[in-house]
């Protein structure tokens, strides 16, 4: 995935956290889409998912203590967009297992999380980015 | 049918591909068909219910979704395979989520279902509305249509 340097919300934390998370969604999809035989690609798409996944929940927590340091307040719908996004990537894990590891379930789900992180960085996150600055800029 | 309608779905596309694309898309005119039948080959339909009933189509050609998803993926693209519409198809979600707040704001209440794909060339993608008001945007990476079908 390509980072670009609009993508920014001008926090420096949070930024770092996206650009990782653009690193570890695009290692997860270029997994899903290489070539390699069904058994051993099935490890692999879990564990790049699981270590997506991981940070996912780091990443969001740090984005929400900010939230509440600075009285964010969008935070309450904002915390609902995490808990969906997390627990979709958790009943995901659960059904690629039930599905036998199905390729065009993964396909049709990492395709999704593509175009929902960008926008989700690109458009959602900039709302906290514009508080926070504005805020500090008052001071 | 009122063409006010279409004018948030325009302003959300407007905004979803400047905002994730860097694409300023230019708008041509609207136009009027009776049904649709897409001469291109990905196609994004969003069921609408409540005040306003019907569905958005985001059409475009295999060249151009291909290109979308390798400008936001940064990998290369040969196929319409499930990743590449289902890329897609979470765009037109986005772009219509964004339509349907404004026409909240105007007190049109309306919800959208999930993306449905249609993939193939001449495709009858609505057949039950009379009227399809639609709109082809040029962008640097293609050209895609947008309609909106009112039952």
Request: aromatic share 10%.
């Amino acid at each position: 995935m390509i980072w670009r340097d609009d993508y920014k919300i001008g926090v420096e934390l949070v930024d770092k956290q996206h650009e990782e998370l653009f690193k570890r969604l695009g290692n997860f999809i270029k997994t899903v889409r290489s070539d390699s035989e069904k058994d051993v690609k099935k490890e692999e798409v879990e564990k790049t998912l699981d270590f997506m996944g991981e940070y996912v929940v780091t990443h969001f927590d740090s984005e929400e203590a900010l939230q509440k340091k600075y009285n964010y307040p969008g935070y309450e719908e904002h915390h609902e967009i995490h808990e969906n996004f997390k627990q979709e990537v958790i009943d995901f894990q659960k059904e690629y297992k039930n599905n036998d590891y199905n390729e065009d379930f993964v396909m049709e789900f990492s395709g999704r999380l593509l175009t929902w992180l960008i926008n989700h960085v690109a458009s959602t996150d900039q709302k906290i980015g514009d508080y926070i600055n504005s805020i500090e800029e008052g001071k | 049918m009122n063409a006010d309608y279409l004018n948030p779905i325009i302003a959300a596309t407007d905004s979803v591909f400047q905002t994730m694309l860097q694409l300023e898309p230019r708008k041509g005119k609207v136009f009027v068909q009776e049904g649709l039948v897409s001469r291109k080959e990905a196609n994004v339909i969003i069921g609408v219910t409540g005040d306003i009933k019907g569905s958005i189509i985001y059409s475009f050609s295999k060249d151009m979704a291909l290109k979308v998803v390798e400008a936001m993926s940064g990998m290369e693209m040969k196929e319409l395979d499930k990743f590449v519409t289902s890329a897609m198809g979470e765009l037109g979600n986005i772009i219509s989520g964004k339509a349907t707040t404004s026409l909240a704001e105007k007190n049109f209440t309306c919800d959208i279902a999930p993306p449905q794909i249609v993939t193939g060339k001449e495709v009858k993608i609505v057949t039950d509305a009379k009227n399809v008001l639609s709109v082809t945007f040029d962008t640097n990476l293609g050209s895609f249509d947008v309609s909106f079908s009112i039952n």
